[in-house]
C-alpha cells in the first residue's frame, strides 16, 4: 500500500549542532517529496521540496537528499535554533494525483 | 505574505448535527484541498477542488461530506450528520497551479463532536 514514514518520532539536539530527521516511503512511483514543519496549534509550514529528477536541494539552513533507490528522504537543519523545535513531516506524491500523502511525523526538540 | 485562513478556529458540535467550515484561500491560487488530523495522528488528504470540481477525494470523504466554493473568496467543508470520530482538527490549502508543488495551509480548524 502506499505509505510514508519516519523512522524516529523525537528527536533531541543541542542548539548549534545539526539535525537530521530521516524519512522512508514506500511507493516507487512517487515523484515529489516535501518537508513541512508544524508549530503547536498552527498549519504545516513548508519548508523545503524536491522532485524525482533531483537528489539534493538546499535551502537557507536545510537540505533535503532523496535516494530514490532505498525510497529514503532526509531533512537537514544546519545550526540548529530553538525556534526549529516543532514537529516535522514529510510527505509525497506522484503524477496524476493531487493528494499528498504524509508521514506520521518527528518532533524535533532542541536543547539550549 | 498572503496566507489561507480558515474560521472558526475551534467548533464544538452535538453529534449528528451539520457543521460548515470556512476557508479563505490565497487569492491567486486556483486549487482548493481539505486535510484532517486525528489528534496523534498523521494529516489525511480529504478532497482536492479545481474549476467548481471535485478533482480527487479519499475514502474518507463520503456522501456526508461536501465542498463548496460559494462565492469568489471562500472554500467551505459541510459535514451533514457529524460523528464521533469525525472530531479532529481540519486543515484547508491552496496551491497556485496543483499537481507536484507546495500546499499553503491555513491554521485549521479544531472540531470536537461531543
Known amino acids: 500500500g502506499e505509505s510514508v514514514g519516519l523512522h524516529l518520532p523525537t528527536l533531541s539536539v543541542q542548539e548549534g549542532d545539526n539535525s537530521i530527521i530521516n524519512c522512508a516511503y514506500s511507493?516507487?512511483?512517487?515523484?515529489?517529496f516535501i518537508w513541512y514543519k508544524q508549530e503547536s496549534g498552527k498549519g504545516p509550514q513548508f519548508i523545503i521540496d524536491?522532485?524525482?529528477?533531483?537528489d539534493k536541494r538546499q535551502g537557507q539552513r536545510v537540505t533535503v537528499l532523496l535516494n530514490k533507490t532505498v525510497k529514503h528522504l532526509s531533512l537537514q537543519i544546519a545550526a540548529t535554533q530553538p525556534g526549529d523545535s516543532a514537529v516535522y513531516f514529510c510527505a509525497s506524491s506522484w503524477d496524476s494525483s493531487y493528494k499528498l500523502i504524509f508521514g506520521s511525523g518527528t518532533r524535533l526538540l532542541v536543547r539550549p | 505574505e498572503p496566507e489561507v485562513t480558515q474560521t472558526p478556529s475551534h467548533q464544538v458540535t452535538q453529534m449528528g448535527q451539520e457543521v460548515i467550515l470556512r476557508c479563505v484561500p490565497i487569492?491567486?491560487?486556483?486549487?482548493f484541498y481539505w486535510y484532517r488530523q486525528i489528534l496523534g495522528q498523521k494529516v489525511e488528504f480529504l478532497v482536492s477542488f479545481y474549476n467548481n470540481e471535485i478533482s480527487e477525494k479519499s475514502e474518507i470523504f463520503d456522501d456526508q461530506f461536501s465542498v463548496e466554493r460559494p462565492d469568489g473568496s471562500n472554500f467551505t467543508l459541510k459535514i451533514r450528520s457529524t460523528k464521533l470520530e469525525d472530531s479532529a482538527m481540519y486543515f484547508c490549502?491552496?496551491?497556485?497551479?496543483?499537481?507536484?508543488?507546495?500546499?499553503?495551509f491555513g491554521s485549521g480548524t479544531q472540531l470536537s463532536v461531543l
Open positions: 490549502a491552496s496551491s497556485p497551479r496543483g499537481m507536484d508543488e507546495k500546499l499553503f
Open positions: 524536491i522532485r524525482s529528477n533531483m
Open positions: 511507493n516507487s512511483a512517487s515523484d515529489y
Open positions: 487569492s491567486n491560487h486556483l486549487y
